[in-house]
């Protein structure tokens, strides 16, 4: 089974913290996503990376940053957290097809609450 | 417009009864489409995934999909109360690099009762 895993299931940090959302996936994946979900708004994706030190924006990338050194982790990191990035972080993988056939796959999600 | 459409709902359903969700999308070079489950406070789940039109089955589940009408669903035969959750379209971007990113619906609450 793929297997995606994130740091932290729970969050709560001060406005102005730095903040780092760690996600690990076991499945040689190339593709690696972080999402944002919001009650409304839906899944909205901040940042994509298909390759090891290759990232590219999502929809939403003001205020977060990216980093993979290695394929199978992918960091989300807020650099000055404010009230507005509370909020449920999904990270997901997948494999990288010309095809399209890209089944992505979930960890269990971040709740992070900036205070 | 917006590029994934689903009805929100509520759609209640009773249990034992055929649940049927549906998806619209506006990117006619979209070649894959899936569908994830949500429960309450937990992630998206995949369930199904479709590439070509017509029909796949998988247990209860069938996903539909018509290209020339831009239009996926899902039915859920023998819906049961551990079906209620939100159910997630998604469909791939075409294009460019866009290799894998996907383009989420708001979502469908399904509720299944007893």
């Known amino acids: 089974d793929v297997k995606v895993t994130q740091s932290s299931r729970y969050l709560v940090k001060r406005t102005g913290e730095k903040v780092f959302l760690e996600c690990v996936q076991d499945?040689?994946?190339?593709?690696m996503f972080w999402y944002r979900q919001d009650p409304g708004l839906g899944l909205r994706l901040i940042y994509f990376?298909?390759?090891?030190?290759?990232?590219e924006k999502g929809d939403i990338p003001e205020g977060y940053s990216v980093s993979r050194e290695k394929k199978e982790r992918f960091s989300l990191i807020l650099e000055s957290a404010s009230t507005n990035q509370t909020s449920m972080y999904l990270c997901?993988?997948?494999?990288?097809?010309?095809?399209?056939?890209?089944?992505?796959?979930f960890g269990p999600g971040t709740r992070l609450t900036v205070l | 417009q917006k590029e994934v459409e689903q009805n929100s709902g509520p759609l209640s359903v009773p249990e034992g009864a055929i649940a049927s969700l549906n998806c619209t999308y506006s990117?006619?070079?979209?070649?894959?489409f899936f569908w994830y489950r949500q429960y309450s406070g937990k992630s998206p789940e995949l369930i199904m995934s479709?590439?070509?039109?017509g029909d796949k089955e998988d247990g209860r589940f069938t996903a539909q999909l018509n290209k020339a009408s831009q239009y996926v669903s899902l039915l859920i035969r023998d819906s049961q109360p551990s079906d209620s959750a939100t159910y997630l379209c998604?469909?791939?971007?075409?294009?460019?690099?866009?290799?894998?990113?996907?383009?989420f619906g708001q979502g469908t609450i399904l509720t299944v009762h007893p």
């Open positions: 997901a993988s997948s494999h990288r097809l010309a095809g399209g056939y890209n089944e992505q796959f």
């Open positions: 499945m040689d994946h190339e593709n």
């Open positions: 990376s298909y390759d090891v030190k290759m990232k």
């Open positions: 990117d006619r070079g979209s070649q894959s």
């Open positions: 479709i590439y070509s039109n």
């Open positions: 998604a469909v791939n971007r075409a294009g460019g690099t866009s290799y894998g990113k996907l383009t």
